[in-house]
């Protein structure tokens, strides 16, 4: 059987676009109609005109698609694709984390449940949180569920940052060590980090930003060879679009495994099945997609 092919016939005969985010396997991300971070997805999923969207990521991913376009049927190749760092909130620790902080408006990074954003006020991705935490008008923000980018955007604000503890075990395992034993190897590379490293990495990089964000940067810049803080997937485009430049990661094995359990056979099974449907209750999709939207609304500047 020949998946590829296969793919795209049920793909044109269903209306379905396929999106997969930056860390899919190399031939997940060449097969899909669009590939991007969080954000870019997002807007794509608001965007679009096809009436599925197959979704080769995560499972939060997946139902902010269905939330942003509740009259589509929205696909997740892998119903076990999910993100660890999400799960470590739930919609009543934050309730009841609101109740100790009554000021403070919330602001959930998009890799939480629809649970999670119908309490919370706004949305952001790594692409826009400084934007994001700028708009919002509270002096108190409680932040969730990543510490790491939680404290990366409190150095561009004055406001009182109060920090959820999760943190993504794949970002967070890079250690500044690491980093610094690549810098001795390698002095004439440039360090591009992710958000969700741990502090004491951000400190090191040259840049930081969301995965699309990491190919403008490496794209534009004159410099030859990069030291890479985030998951290696990202290594598929960079590659492709930098023949001549060279991408080294910030430990061997930066692999998120929820994100490669998309394979080109599940993909198929996806399409031919119509599996696995994701849905958003109504009354939790209502009040989560407002917080989304919010974000959406607020002028891009990046
Ligand atoms: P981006 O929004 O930068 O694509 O990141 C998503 C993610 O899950 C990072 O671990
Ligand atoms: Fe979640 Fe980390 Fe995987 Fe991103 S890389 S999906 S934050 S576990």
Same mark, same amino acid.
């Given at each position: 059987?020949?998946?590829?092919?296969?793919?795209?016939?049920?793909?044109?005969?269903?209306?379905?676009?396929?999106?997969?985010h930056?860390?899919?396997?190399?031939?997940?991300?060449?097969?899909?109609?669009?590939?991007g971070d969080?954000l870019?997805?997002?807007?794509?999923?608001?965007?679009t005109?096809?009436?599925?969207?197959?979704?080769?990521?995560?499972?939060?991913?997946?139902e902010t698609?269905?939330?942003?376009?509740p009259?589509?049927?929205?696909?997740?190749?892998?119903?076990?694709?999910g993100?660890?760092?999400?799960?470590?909130?739930t919609?009543?620790?934050?309730?009841?984390?609101?109740?100790?902080?009554?000021?403070?408006?919330?602001?959930?990074? *998009? &890799?939480t449940?629809?649970? /999670?954003? +119908?309490e919370?006020d $706004?949305?952001?991705?790594?692409? #826009?949180? *400084? &934007?994001?935490?700028k708009? /919002?008008? +509270?002096?108190e923000i $409680?932040?969730?569920?990543?510490? #790491?980018?939680?404290?990366?955007?409190?150095?561009?604000?004055?406001?009182k940052? $109060?920090?959820?503890?999760?943190w993504?075990?794949?970002?967070?395992?890079?250690?500044?060590?690491?980093?610094?034993?690549?810098k001795?190897?390698?002095?004439?590379?440039?360090?591009?980090?992710?958000?969700?490293n741990?502090p004491s990495?951000?400190?090191?990089?040259?840049?930081?930003?969301?995965?699309s964000?990491?190919?403008?940067?490496c794209?534009?810049?004159?410099?030859?060879?990069f030291?890479?803080?985030t998951?290696?997937?990202?290594?598929?485009?960079?590659?492709?679009?930098?023949?001549?430049k060279?991408?080294?990661?910030?430990y061997d094995?930066?692999?998120?495994?929820?994100?490669k359990?998309?394979?080109?056979?599940?993909?198929?099974?996806?399409?031919?099945?119509?599996?696995?449907v994701i849905?958003?209750p109504?009354?939790?999709?209502?009040?989560?997609?407002?917080?989304?939207?919010k974000?959406?609304?607020?002028?891009?500047?990046?």
């Amino acid at each position: 059987m020949d998946y590829r092919t296969e793919i795209r016939r049920l793909a044109a005969e269903m209306d379905a676009v396929i999106l997969a985010h930056n860390y899919q396997p190399a031939e997940i991300q060449e097969i899909a109609d669009i590939t991007g971070d969080s954000l870019g997805l997002s807007i794509q999923a608001a965007q679009t005109d096809k009436s599925t969207i197959v979704f080769c990521g995560v499972h939060f991913m997946a139902e902010t698609a269905h939330m942003l376009s509740p009259q589509k049927t929205v696909l997740l190749p892998e119903i076990n694709a999910g993100c660890p760092m999400a799960d470590m909130i739930t919609a009543d620790k934050l309730r009841e984390f609101k109740k100790q902080h009554p000021n403070a408006a919330v602001v959930c990074y *998009v &890799n939480t449940t629809a649970e /999670v954003k +119908a309490e919370s006020d $706004i949305c952001c991705t790594s692409a #826009n949180a *400084v &934007n994001v935490i700028k708009h /919002v008008e +509270a002096d108190e923000i $409680i932040f969730v569920p990543d510490r #790491n980018l939680g404290h990366y955007v409190s150095r561009f604000t004055d406001k009182k940052m $109060i920090l959820w503890q999760g943190w993504c075990p794949i970002h967070n395992r890079t250690t500044e060590l690491e980093v610094r034993q690549l810098k001795e190897k390698y002095p004439d590379a440039l360090v591009v980090a992710h958000p969700e490293n741990p502090p004491s990495v951000v400190d090191l990089a040259d840049h930081v930003c969301s995965t699309s964000g990491i190919y403008t940067y490496c794209r534009e810049s004159t410099n030859k060879r990069f030291i890479i803080a985030t998951e290696e997937g990202v290594r598929y485009l960079l590659e492709k679009q930098n023949p001549d430049k060279e991408f080294i990661f910030a430990y061997d094995g930066f692999i998120c495994k929820n994100m490669k359990k998309t394979t080109l056979k599940s993909l198929y099974e996806a399409l031919l099945h119509k599996q696995h449907v994701i849905t958003v209750p109504e009354e939790i999709r209502e009040k989560g997609v407002r917080c989304i939207q919010k974000m959406l609304d607020i002028p891009r500047n990046y």
